[in-house]
C-alpha cells in the first residue's frame, strides 16, 4: 500500500506516515458526497451555520497542537505557527456570523408587474485541494465557506503535512451533528489530486502552484464544471520618488521572509526609483542580516528551513540562473550546510534582468530581488512584465499618483503605504497566471454557488 510519509525538513527525519488514499476509497467518498447532497441542502443556512458552530472551540482546544506538528512538517518557526491562528480565527468567525448574509436573496429588479430574484444555491459536491505552506488557514478557507453555502466537500490536503491533514479532519468530523458524507479527506500526492479532480465532482477549489492550477482548470474545463484557483504569485513593492522609507523596509522584510518566503501573495520583487536604491539595498541588507535562523521549534527562531529539498534544489537553480546571467549576489546565495535541513539563508539579489527565472517565475522561498526605474512608466511596465498578477504594494507620498499607478497594475489586490487587504470581508484572487475567482466575503461565497434567477410576474 502506498504511503505518504512526513518528514521533518530540519533535520530529514521521519515524523510518520499515512496511507494514501486507494482510486475505490476517493471513488465511495465521491459516493457519499452526493448521497448527502440533498439533505445537506434542503437544511437551509442558518442550521448548517448552528451545526459548524462549535468548531471554533475545537479548533481553539488543539491549537497547540495543530501549531507544533505545522512547525515539524513543513518548517515554519513556532512563532509563526502560533501567530497564524489570530487571523485564521478572524476568518473562521466572519464566516460563521456573515455566511447568511453573503449569500441572501437579491431583488434585482421590481416594478408594479414583476419581482426578479436572485437566489445562491450550492453546486453540489466541491473536490478541495489546499497547499502546505498554511495548513490550518488554507483548511479553513477551502472547506469553511463551502459547508456554508450547502455544498459537500471531498478535501485533499499537501503530502507536506499529512499528519496536521488528519489531525484537522478529525477535528471536524468530531462535530456530533455533521451528517455523514458531507466532509471527508482523502491523502496523497499529485496522483491522488488528479483522481480526486477527475471524479463525478461539480466544482473544483484550488491553491497551490499555477502549474498544477492550469491542469486543474482544462480538467473543469473538459466537464463544463466551475473552478476556483488561486495559484502563484511574484508580488512587486514598487517605491515611487517619493515613497517614505522609514516603515517600508520593515514591510518589505516581513513582507518577503515571513514563512521563509513561502507565501503566495509574499512581497517577491522590489522595483524602487533610482534615487532611492542605494538607500534601500543598504537598509533591506543590514535589515536581513540580523534575522535568526535555526531549529524552527526555538521561539529565537525568525526563519526556519524550506518546506522540503524539493523546495531546496529550486529555489537552488533559480539562483544559481540568475548569478550565471550576471545578477549581483549582495547577501546570502549558498545553502546553509552546516544546518542538516533544507536550510537557505535570506539572499538579496540586484543587476536583475528580464530572462532571469527570479523575474519570470514565482520565486517560494526567501529570496529578493530589486531593480530600479527612472520613471513612473518604467515602473509600472516592470511590474507587470511578469506572468503573475496576484498582488502588489505601492508606496508614495502622493495618494493620487498612488492610485494611478494602483490602477495601471494588473493584479487583483493591490496596497497603497500602509493599506492591506487582508480582511475577511474582502474579496481575494488574483490576474494572469495567478488565478480564476475569488475567495472570502460576498464575492468568495457567491463563486461557491449558482445563482439561479426567479421572476415573478
Request: aromatic share 8%; proline share 5%.
Amino acid at each position: 500500500m502506498k504511503k505518504i510519509i512526513s518528514i521533518d525538513p530540519a533535520n530529514g527525519n521521519i515524523l510518520g506516515e499515512v496511507s494514501a488514499s486507494t482510486p475505490m476509497e476517493i471513488t465511495e467518498k465521491i459516493k457519499l458526497a452526493h448521497a448527502a447532497l440533498p439533505a445537506w441542502k434542503a437544511l437551509g443556512v442558518k442550521n448548517r451555520i448552528n451545526i459548524l458552530q462549535p468548531l471554533e472551540t475545537a479548533f481553539k482546544k488543539i491549537q497547540t497542537e495543530i501549531a507544533l506538528l505545522t512547525t515539524s512538517e513543513i518548517g515554519k518557526p513556532i512563532s509563526e505557527s502560533l501567530a497564524d491562528f489570530e487571523g485564521d480565527f478572524i476568518y473562521l468567525n466572519d464566516f460563521i456570523v456573515n455566511g447568511e448574509g453573503y449569500i441572501t436573496d437579491e431583488i434585482v429588479f421590481k416594478n408594479e408587474d414583476a419581482v426578479h430574484r436572485i437566489i445562491f444555491e450550492p453546486r453540489g459536491v466541491v473536490a478541495c485541494i489546499a497547499p502546505w505552506n498554511y495548513p490550518f488557514g488554507n483548511f479553513i478557507w477551502s472547506v469553511i465557506p463551502n459547508l456554508i453555502v450547502g455544498n459537500t466537500v471531498v478535501f485533499k490536503h499537501s503530502e507536506e503535512c499529512p499528519l496536521t491533514a488528519r489531525l484537522l479532519e478529525e477535528a471536524l468530523l468530531s462535530l456530533k451533528e455533521l451528517p455523514e458524507g458531507v466532509f471527508s479527506a482523502i491523502y496523497g500526492d499529485a496522483e491522488e489530486g488528479a483522481l480526486l479532480a477527475d471524479q463525478k465532482v461539480d466544482m473544483i477549489w484550488f491553491t497551490g502552484s499555477s502549474a498544477v492550477g492550469h491542469e486543474l482548470a482544462a480538467i473543469a474545463g473538459k466537464k463544463s464544471i466551475k473552478a476556483v484557483l488561486e495559484m502563484g504569485g511574484s508580488n512587486p513593492v514598487i517605491l515611487l520618488e517619493d515613497a517614505y522609507l522609514d516603515n517600508v523596509i520593515e514591510r518589505i522584510h516581513t513582507g518577503r521572509f515571513t514563512n521563509c518566503g513561502q507565501v503566495c501573495d509574499a512581497i517577491k520583487r522590489v522595483i524602487v526609483h533610482d534615487s532611492l536604491f542605494e538607500r534601500v539595498v543598504t537598509s533591506l541588507t543590514h535589515s536581513v542580516e540580523k534575522i535568526q535562523m535555526g531549529d524552527p521549534r526555538s521561539r529565537e527562531t525568525t526563519l526556519g528551513p524550506l518546506a522540503s529539498m524539493h523546495q531546496l534544489k529550486v529555489l537552488e537553480s533559480q539562483v544559481e540562473d540568475a548569478l550565471e546571467k550576471g545578477a549581483n549576489l549582495v547577501t546570502g546565495g549558498k545553502h546553509l550546510k552546516e544546518l542538516s535541513g533544507s536550510y537557505y539563508p535570506p539572499t538579496i539579489l540586484t543587476n536583475i534582468k528580464k530572462n532571469m527565472r527570479i523575474w519570470q517565475e514565482e520565486v517560494f522561498g526567501p529570496v529578493l530581488p530589486i531593480v530600479s526605474f527612472e520613471n513612473d512608466e518604467e515602473a509600472i511596465q516592470l511590474a507587470n512584465d511578469n506572468p503573475y498578477g496576484l498582488g502588489a504594494v505601492i508606496c508614495s507620498g502622493n495618494i493620487q499618483k498612488a492610485r494611478y499607478v494602483a490602477g495601471r497594475i494588473d493584479a487583483g489586490c493591490i496596497d497603497i503605504n500602509n493599506g492591506s487587504h487582508w480582511q475577511p470581508c474582502t474579496p481575494f484572487g488574483g490576474y494572469k497566471a495567478s488565478g480564476m475567482g475569488r475567495e472570502h466575503g460576498r464575492h468568495g461565497f457567491q463563486e461557491l454557488c449558482q445563482i439561479k434567477v426567479i421572476a415573478e410576474g
